[in-house]
């Protein structure tokens, strides 16, 4: 399976890793090598970290976390026991990336690490002058948050390669149909 990486802020990628919630949850991260390859797509470090079942399970309560705090109403405090577990994992070391003397840069962490770089994302994603770009996406069944960076501030879709190009399809098939009943 590939990840896709289109939300502008890790964390927002982080929790599409469940797709469609309102519908068929499709769960992408299903098993700890499928986790901590995301992690090695995302970037995060050079190899995939060892995650275990537990570590994954952990894994996924922080995902949970902060699907929570981005669903939360935005007119009231954020649950504090979530921003505490949220704040626990975002104290951990983060993967370093090394120099060596060929010029190479290698980046190896664990998965404590790789969950502190994910939750340090949330925090950046809750700042306050992110708020007004933070989105959902208006893809049918899509349920993924991104951080809208256009220029405009204008954006719809998380990304123009799925739900952008399926919008913009059925607007095109339904001017046609409305067209050729125009003809009639």
């Known amino acids: 399976m590939t990840f896709e990486f289109v939300a502008g802020n890790l964390a927002l990628d982080f929790v599409a890793t469940v797709a ?7 769960e992408r991260v299903p098993t700890p090598e499928a986790l901590a390859r995301w992690f090695a797509d995302a970037g995060l470090v050079d190899a995939p970290p060892l995650v275990d079942d537990a570590g994954h399970r952990d894994a996924l309560r922080l995902r949970e976390t902060i699907w929570q705090l981005l669903t939360a109403d935005p007119a009231e405090p ?3 026991d979530a921003v505490r577990r949220l704040q626990r994992h975002a104290a951990a070391p983060v993967p370093v990336p090394v120099l060596a003397t060929d010029r190479t840069v290698t980046t190896t962490g664990d998965l404590s690490g790789c969950l502190a770089t994910v939750a ?6 809750f700042r306050p002058e992110n708020a007004r770009h933070l989105k959902w996406c208006e893809g049918t069944d899509c349920t993924r948050p991104f951080l809208d960076a256009s ?3 204008n954006r719809r879709w998380c990304g123009m390669a799925g739900c952008g190009d399926r919008a913009k399809a059925a607007a095109y098939r339904a001017r046609k149909r409305s067209a050729g009943r125009q003809v009639l």
């Open 20 to 26: 469609e919630r309102r519908t068929t949850a499709v």
């Open 78 to 80: 954020l649950d504090a």
């Open 120 to 125: 340090r994302a949330a925090v950046d994603a």
């Open 151 to 153: 220029r405009a501030s």
